[in-house]
């Protein structure tokens, strides 16, 4: 036979509060969880940053190098950082590459990673000197560079997603 007691609102909701605690109760701890994994998540970013800084200290990332046929990366990078005024071997340089692109056509920013950071330093510096007096003399586009250097820095120190003038 059916109970047919009636049932008070006190005893409903004490039957809808553990039916709901049952089944839903885990839902209380998502909060917590959301605020841990973000917390987790800005830690991860901020390595990562750091490893990124850390494997680009020694790049050099080179725009306005126009595109050759059969173009020889290794080439390339020791007679751009002869044209800065820097004296360098082929030892001295890693890696140099364009950038990578599914249009061939355009010219693509060139990096040269260097084997150590004080080479770079000095190309940079070297760099920076040509640049400097070739505003001294007024010249807008100098004949003898021809091309910008950039420290190969993270997205975010660079101004935006690609950095300014890319």
């Known amino acids: ?4 007691k009636p049932v008070t609102v006190d005893q409903l909701k004490s039957i809808l509060d553990q039916f709901f605690n049952e089944k ?9 969880e959301n605020k841990q994994l973000k917390e987790k998540i800005q830690i991860l970013e901020e390595r990562m940053d750091s490893i990124e800084s850390y494997f680009r200290r020694n790049n050099i990332i ?8 059969n173009e020889n990366p290794l080439e390339l990078a020791l007679e751009i950082c002869k044209t800065t005024g820097t004296e360098i071997e082929s030892y001295e340089i890693d ?3 364009r950038m990578p692109s599914r249009n061939r056509e355009i010219s693509l ?9 004080f080479k770079k330093s000095e190309i940079m510096k070297n760099y920076k000197k040509k640049k400097r007096s070739q505003r001294k003399s007024g010249k807008r586009s ?7 250097c950039r420290e190969h820095l993270p997205l975010d120190n660079v101004g935006g997603q690609f950095g300014p003038g890319q």
């Open 62 to 69: 080179v725009h306005g190098v126009p595109r050759q046929e």
């Open 142 to 148: 100098a004949p003898d560079l021809g091309f910008e």
């Open 109 to 117: 920013p060139f990096i040269i990673k260097l084997t150590n950071r």
């Open 24 to 32: 839903f109760g885990f839902l209380e701890n998502i909060p917590l």
């Open 1 to 4: 036979m059916p109970n047919n």
């Open 95 to 97: 890696e140099a590459h």
